[in-house]
């Protein structure tokens, strides 16, 4: 099921037009809450909103089998090989989830691994892509940690956005 849903999701990156209801989540606000950010041009959100209309693309596919969006998605800037970002979830026990990264142009790698609570790597997309996709269902209910960085970026900063989706009964 994994590879499906990993091979439904790097096709719908390819095409669709984003969401209105996804892009108002940028709001107005050019700095996307990044101190790099202050100052930087209408044009450059617009590079963000580019990474959500990706989303939007890989995320149709998956709504059409069954998955509900987690959460609003993170999006933030980030400079290549560091650390990146870090979002925590509680995830149900038994239920399928699947996270998709996508970044902007200039961003050639993206990597992103879930972690449990002692730190231990549970499921990881480390390889050479632009648009990572990590699928997992946990045994038990709890908290795991989902960690996004880039590995490539040809600029001072890239656009990053991480979307989370839980796969609905029935």
Known sequence: ?????RGLAALAVLGGAASAQRLELL??????????????????????RGVVAELDRA???LVAWRYVSLADDMIS????DEVGRRETYRLDGGREYVFQAACDRMCTDLDMELVDQHGAVLASDTSDAQWPVVTFTPAATGRYTLRVWV????EEYCYVGVRGYGRTEG
């Open 77 to 80: 800037t980030m400079v290549a």
């Open 59 to 61: 995320g149709r596919s």
């Open 151 to 154: 590995k490539s970026c040809f």
């Open 1 to 5: 099921m994994g590879n499906l849903v």
């Open 27 to 48: 709001g107005g606000d050019d700095t996307l809450g990044s101190p790099a950010m202050a100052g930087r041009s209408v044009v450059q959100s617009g590079v963000a």
